[in-house]
């Protein structure tokens, strides 16, 4: 699934979540994806990049990302978020607080791999 995928970069496993212009009814799928992929791996050893870029989200997927982040905490080491704005920067604050989780934010996705391509953890 080309929305939800691992890429490589410098070295680094990015797993992609591409929210890009996505309605609700089509994140689903996506979530499912990224659930299988992520725990799939060993812990704490993959980073995340969510592209929120005019995503529309509702509180059914604000449940299912709070459920999705906190259960595949144990096998991330750091998550960024690329677009978000406005009242996705807020949906994001609720889910970070939920998961115990810190998402670094950017406004665009080279930025995001450059700040993975750059960790030491």
């Known amino acids: 699934m080309e929305r939800a995928q691992f890429i490589e970069y410098k070295g680094k496993k990015i797993f992609v ?15 499912n994806e990224c659930a299988l992929q992520v725990r799939s791996q060993p812990k704490k050893s993959v980073y ?8 529309k989200y509702d509180l059914d997927v604000v449940e299912k990302l709070k459920q999705l982040t906190r259960e595949n905490e144990p096998y991330v080491i750091k998550s960024a978020v690329v677009g978000a704005s406005g009242m996705q920067q807020v949906l994001l604050m609720i889910v970070s607080n939920f998961s115990n989780r810190k998402f670094e934010m950017f406004d665009d996705m080279e930025k995001a791999k450059e700040f993975f391509a750059s960790d030491r953890s």
Do not use: R, S, V, W
Not at 17 to 31: G, H, R, V
Not at 48 to 55: C, F, H, P, S
């Open 17 to 31: 979540l591409d929210f890009c212009n996505c309605k609700p009814t089509e994140m689903q799928p996506i979530i």
């Open 48 to 55: 995340t990049i969510t592209i929120a870029t005019g995503a």
